[in-house]
């Protein structure tokens, strides 16, 4: 039988009959999918990086009050990316079919209403500052312009996904400067993997909008790397499993981190088995699959810290 095209496939990435449709107010329901809310994937791709170094610098458990500011961190700050990127491409989503759906290019928000909700977010984020110390917050205020150049990345580079993992990730140097005051060499190992490992997933998740792309004029990974995909994002997927065991050792890490590092090198291989240039519409379940790789690289280096420090 032969397989069914990508061109007969809806790629449209909201769910319409979802818990924002049935449980919120229908006046919220555009400000949660414009943040996001709705897809929470991004948020725990956010998240659990942090949550990760959290645990190596704490070696061990991680502190309960840095485990909530660094989780309200990886929400507000997701919402924010999401929002400035929508605001950004607002004239572009509705020619991309992934994308035509979304609140602010199908005119369920106004601009303005984009930009209050924006500054809102903005505010709110802003008053975590008070709860880590004074290199934390410098990191934190560094960020913000990487966060809003990204969603214009895509008009002139074929590496914004580069950029996002620079983004996405941030929060791993946060959480080492805010437990330990200092960020290791190990540490920054363990972060650029973890921007390896974004660009070879964001890749996969990118092929899902090739064709829209280069309709329109605009750049990713996947148009950079075309039918050699798989070869690229494998190449990106050994990077990362290179520099999170380098770095693991560098910061200490004890014996079951590396057993979560040879579980965490099968996931991969089975993403790049089932990865295929030409099957866009696989490219959404691979990505999410990615959570089960940051479920696992912080149960790793939580574990990882608890056994360094039992034989310390």
Known sequence: MARQSSSHIDLNDIVFDDWVA????????PYARLCRLDRPIGTWLTLLPALAALG????????LARLVVFSLGALLMRGIGCTLNDIFDRDIDKHVERTRYRPLTSGQLTLRQ???????QLAVCAS??????????????ALL???????LCKRFTYWPQAVLGVCFNWGMLMAWSDTRGVVPWGAIAVYIGTIAWQIGYDTIYAYIDVRDDRRLGLHSTALRFGEA????VGAF???T???????????????????????IAIHLAWQLLRFDVRRPELGLGLFRANLWVGVMLVAASVAGGLAASVTA
Not at 114 to 120: C, I, R, S, T, V
Not at 229 to 232: L, R
Not at 241 to 263: E, I, Q, S
Request: charged share 5%.
């Open 22 to 29: 049935r449980w919120l107010p229908l006046s919220w329901g």
């Open 229 to 232: 995909g798989k070869t690229w």
């Open 128 to 141: 975590l500052l008070f709860f880590i110390n004074p290199m934390s917050r410098w990191l934190a205020v």
């Open 145 to 151: 312009p990487i966060v809003v150049i990204y969603p």
């Open 114 to 120: 984009a930009l209050w909700f924006l500054l809102a």
């Open 56 to 63: 190596q610098a704490a070696a061990g458990w991680p502190d």
């Open 241 to 263: 499993m290179a520099l999170w065991t380098v770095g693991g050792w560098a910061v200490g890490m004890g014996w079951p981190y590396y057993a979560g590092m040879a579980l």
């Open 237 to 239: 997927y050994v990077a």
